[in-house]
Nanobody, 125 residues
Framework: QVQLVESGGGLVQAGGSLRLSCAAS????????MGWFRQAPGKERDVVAA????????YYANSVKGRFTISRDNAKNTVSLQMNSLKPEDTAVYYC??????????????????WGQGTQVTVSS
């Protein structure tokens, strides 16, 4: 089992930046592909970005391409999401998640077995 704890959320003006971090503990972190998801009130939880076990492959939702960057440090058991040029529509609770299957990149919530508690990101206009 993997325990995940997110940090770095907050309130920022449109056009600003935030960096989310997720610290993992438990099983060997490098065995898991990782993802960041977000959920706004009344909406489904959607993938924002995902990264393979080695960090060599990444995936981004179209809505964040060119603005967000996912990265991981397997030595420190962390995965991060750098968010630039933030927009009000980026407002949501952001979750990191760990995929224990064999896929290099997983993009749906059902493929992730372990989840953090979430961190709120609010972008004001």
């Amino acid at each position: 089992q993997v325990q995940l704890v997110e940090s770095g959320g907050g309130l920022v003006q449109a056009g600003g930046s935030l960096r989310l971090s997720c610290a993992a503990s438990g099983r060997t972190f490098s065995n898991y592909a990782m993802g960041w998801f977000r959920q706004a009130p009344g909406k489904e939880r959607d993938v924002v970005a995902a990264i393979s076990r080695s960090g060599g492959s990444t995936y981004y939702a179209n809505s964040v391409k060119g603005r967000f960057t996912i990265s991981r440090d397997n030595a420190k058991n962390t995965v991060s999401l750098q968010m630039n040029s933030l927009k009000p529509e980026d407002t949501a609770v952001y979750y990191c998640a760990a995929h224990r299957g064999q896929k290099g990149i997983a993009t749906t919530p059902a493929e992730y077995a372990y989840w953090g508690q979430g961190t709120q990101v609010t972008v004001s206009s």
